[in-house]
Nanobody, 128 residues
């Protein structure tokens, strides 16, 4: 019942920054975790970052730690992924996802199967 729409993708050069947005509509997100995943051609979808909606607890994949920052604007029902120091290997389709039980878990949800709502994805292409 939660609809997610990603935006902000594009083509950038290595070292540049980009901010992705995910706007959500539907039921309240107070108990949700909101996550970002990405999928490169020929590869499995992988976890990037997530944040619990109310508590603000965060987790990041090791590959993006220190470069990416996830945040949310509760009033705007929007979660962001600020990406800096982009690398060629960051090229992928980035998906926003929602875990409706995120706040009830000890850890931030990082597994694909924990998320029940998904956006259509936004392409991020990094070149040199």
């Amino acid at each position: 019942q939660v609809q997610l729409v990603e935006s902000g993708g594009g083509s950038v050069q290595a070292g540049d920054s980009l901010r992705l947005s995910c706007t959500a509509s539907g039921r309240t997100f107070s108990n949700y975790a909101m996550g970002w995943f990405r999928q490169a051609p020929g590869k499995e979808r992988e976890f990037v970052a997530a944040v619990t909606w109310s508590g603000g607890k965060r987790d990041y994949a090791d590959s993006v730690k220190g470069r990416f920052t996830i945040s949310r604007d509760i009033a705007k029902n929007t979660v962001y992924l600020q990406m800096s120091s982009l690398k060629l290997e960051d090229t992928a389709v980035y998906y926003c996802a929602a875990d409706p039980l995120g706040e009830f878990k000890i850890r931030v949800a990082t597994r694909t199967h924990e998320y029940t709502s998904w956006g259509q994805g936004t392409q991020v292409t990094v070149s040199s």
